[in-house]
């Protein structure tokens, strides 16, 4: 999992801040998803881009939160008015194509403290 | 939606001991994976298995894929304290998401 690179690995946000994660898939993958892992929990999937197109966000909650794959530059998963519920581990994870679960590589995780 | 059962929730061995973990489902699963997480870290794929009733082995660790396609085990032998970690079983349906289950925390005591 070392070719998927996130950061910031540690944020800190008051409540009403927002939050702003990135992820760099490994090279020659078009396909980013985003995972958020509560304590003691799995893994829950928010989101599942390609490079400019949304292809399955219905792990989103409805409001506050926004993923993007630009053509150019990392994928951004945005928070907005962070609650101390927005508290977790996010995980991006790429593919080079979406149907082979052994080419899902994960990266080392987002870790957000709303205080 | 879908949704897996792991079991057990924690595991206390001895080194040395066999370990065997299994995760349940609801519905099928077209592709049943394993994963290890350390704390701090994204997991890492240890085993992923892509038919009914296929049986595969990564060194000391084998896990099978349930010929209903509604259930995987995964087994460890000879455990070491390296083994030490949290073990996620994950399964993949028709679309391109990874539902996962709430991990297996294994303790090895030396």
């Known amino acids: 999992n070392a070719g998927v690179m996130q950061n910031p690995r540690h944020l800190v946000r008051r409540r009403g801040q927002e939050a702003r994660l990135r992820c760099s898939p490994m090279k020659g993958h078009s396909h980013v998803y985003w995972y958020r892992q509560l304590p003691e929990e799995g893994l829950k999937f928010m989101v599942y881009?390609?490079?400019?197109?949304?292809?399955?966000e219905s792990g989103m909650p409805k409001e506050r939160f926004s993923a993007e794959f630009p053509k150019e530059g990392p994928s951004i998963l945005r928070i907005q008015q962070v609650v101390r519920g927005d508290s977790a581990a996010y995980f991006c994870a790429s593919s080079p194509e979406g149907r082979s679960g052994n080419t899902i590589y994960f990266g080392e995780g987002s870790w957000l403290t709303v205080v | 939606g879908q949704q897996l059962n792991q079991s057990p929730q924690s595991m206390f061995i001895q080194e040395g001991e066999d370990v065997s973990m299994n995760c349940t489902s609801s519905?099928?699963?077209?592709?049943w994976l394993w994963y290890k997480q350390d704390p701090g870290e994204g997991p890492v794929l240890l085993i992923a298995?892509?038919?009914?009733?296929e049986l595969t082995s990564n060194g000391r660790l084998t896990a099978q894929f349930g010929i209903t396609r509604k259930d995987s085990f995964l087994n460890i032998s000879a455990s070491i304290p390296s083994d030490v970690g949290i073990y996620f079983c994950a399964g993949q349906g028709g679309s391109e998401k990874l539902v996962f289950g709430k991990g297996t925390k294994l303790t090895v005591n030396p």
């Open positions: 881009l390609q490079k400019e197109n949304i292809i399955d």
């Open positions: 298995l892509y038919k009914a009733g």
């Open positions: 519905s099928i699963f077209n592709t």
